[in-house]
């Protein structure tokens, strides 16, 4: 089946702590996206990226770290920094054009201790 | 600058009633149009989407959604909701460059038996 997988579903942080969310794709899609989600307040984009090896800050990067070494994977880092990281986490990725659709993840819901 | 405004946050509705749910979006170049589903503590389901030709267009489970260019609208309707559509929705556009979109702050529908 072809799709996007997020881990874990549920990811506990202690203060002072990074972690680190999976997201992995095997849609052969260039593009790929991470987003927050606070209740009432929509999808919020944190980093994206459209080719590998190359990714971009999105409106609330500070406190977050991504890499893209290979096509298929994005993972985000939730550092230190981040004082309010509790939120669901929703990957994405897109069709490639201008034309795509992004298709989602299942989400990572990040709790801090 | 492109923006988009889902004028309801919740909207109750009673099984078998019709519904409407509104997005407006602002964008100084041509978008692309999606509404999307998220049931809880899922990702986001794409529902349907508009990019070019008839301007009405429906998904398989009985919505549909209508491209106004003139009001800058993209409003998602259902003649008769059943309960398994209680969930949120989400509208987004895309401008017909670059790989960003931009998300509403969704509208809870609940669908009262």
């Known amino acids: 089946d072809g799709g996007i997988t997020q881990s874990p579903k549920y990811l506990f942080r202690k203060e002072g702590q990074n972690v680190t969310l999976s997201c992995e794709q095997n849609?052969?899609?260039?593009?790929m996206y991470w987003y927050r989600q606070d209740p009432g307040q929509g999808l919020r984009l944190i980093y994206y990226?459209?080719?590998?090896?190359?990714?971009q800050k999105g409106d609330i990067a500070e406190g977050y770290s991504v890499s893209r070494e290979k096509k298929e994977s994005f993972p985000l880092t939730v550092t230190s920094a981040q004082k309010n990281p509790t939120a669901f986490y929703l990957c994405?990725?897109?069709?490639?054009?201008?034309?795509?659709?992004?298709?989602f993840g299942p989400g990572t819901r990040l709790l801090v201790l | 600058a492109q923006s988009v405004t889902q004028l309801d946050s919740q909207v109750p509705v009673f099984e078998e009633a019709p519904v409407e749910l509104r997005c407006n979006y602002s964008?100084?170049?041509?978008?692309?149009l999606f509404w999307y589903v998220q049931y809880p503590n899922q990702g986001l389901q794409l529902l349907l989407k508009?990019?070019?030709?008839?301007?009405l267009v429906e998904s398989i489970n009985g919505f549909e959604a209508e491209f106004n260019k003139s009001q800058t609208s993209f409003h998602l309707r259902k003649p008769s909701v059943h309960i398994s559509d209680t969930a949120e929705y989400f509208c987004?556009?895309?401008?017909?460059?670059?790989?960003?979109?931009?998300f509403g702050t969704g509208t809870s529908l609940t669908v009262i038996p």
């Open positions: 994405a990725s897109r069709d490639s054009g201008a034309r795509g659709t992004q298709y």
């Open positions: 849609l052969n899609h260039d593009a």
């Open positions: 990226s459209q080719i590998v090896n190359d990714f």
């Open positions: 964008s100084s170049v041509s978008v692309y």
């Open positions: 508009y990019l070019s030709g008839s301007t």
């Open positions: 987004a556009v895309a401008p017909n460059t670059g790989n960003q979109f931009y």
